[in-house]
T-cell receptor, first 115, second 111 residues
């Protein structure tokens, strides 16, 4: 299994909703990442987990809450989002911890629309 | 801080022809990696090619090759025999202590 799987592929949510994005990899990778990507822009790093511990939080608003229940799974919990949070959310993983990685594998992303 | 610059927001190429995408970067680090990622409309970021800075030999993967000029801090991607499936956003990326993406180049392949 050489994939990073993200669910759901599409999500529409209201500003008062609570939802979660899920990311899974079974490659034994030790670091996992959440990125936010607006149309025709590069991905922006949000969070990094190394060995299931949060190692980087790029000043992301608290309405985004990451969780890493185990080494294969990464969640992003969403609450009280704003329309400007609509974007493609990409998950990635790398074999080595974030400070040493030499390659990252990406999922297909979740297209999030906040209405 | 490190920066990665892609000066061509859009490029086009005729099918079967060759195209070169530009990337420059700024760093004071001596040890780093450079990448080209492809993002087609399907949205998944796919690694096209990787170059270790300590290697002088340019990386090659089938129709994709790079021209790595370390002193000039330049890392261009050449796509030979372009195919319709090559149409995508291409991101140059740098990994030293941290990972940075460039702004992207949208490549159109004309049949």
């Amino acid at each position: 299994d050489t994939e990073v799987t993200q669910t759901p592929k599409h999500l529409v949510m209201g500003m008062t909703n609570k939802k979660s994005l899920k990311c899974e990899q079974h490659m034994g990778h030790r670091a996992m990442y959440w990125y936010k990507q607006k149309a025709k822009k590069p991905p922006e790093l949000m969070f990094v987990y190394s060995y299931e511990k949060l190692s980087i939080n790029e000043s992301v608003p608290s309405r985004f809450s990451p969780e890493c229940p185990n080494s294969s799974l990464l969640n992003l919990h969403l609450h009280a989002l704003q329309p400007e949070d609509s974007a493609l959310y990409l998950c990635a993983s790398s074999p080595l911890p974030a400070e040493a990685f030499t390659e990252a594998f990406f999922g297909q992303g979740t297209r999030l629309t906040v209405v | 801080a490190q920066t990665v610059t892609q000066s061509q927001p859009e490029m086009s190429v005729q099918e079967a022809e060759t195209v070169t995408l530009s990337c420059t970067y700024d760093t004071s680090e001596s040890d780093y990696y450079l990448f080209w990622y492809k993002q087609p409309p399907s949205r998944q970021m796919i690694l096209v090619i990787r170059q270790e800075a300590y290697k002088q030999q340019n990386a090659t993967e089938n129709r994709f090759s790079v021209n790595f000029q370390k002193a000039a801090k330049s890392f261009s991607l050449k796509i030979s025999d372009s195919q319709l499936g090559d149409a995508a956003m291409y991101f140059c990326a740098y990994k030293g202590n941290q990972f940075y993406f460039g702004t992207g180049t949208s490549l159109t392949v004309i049949p």
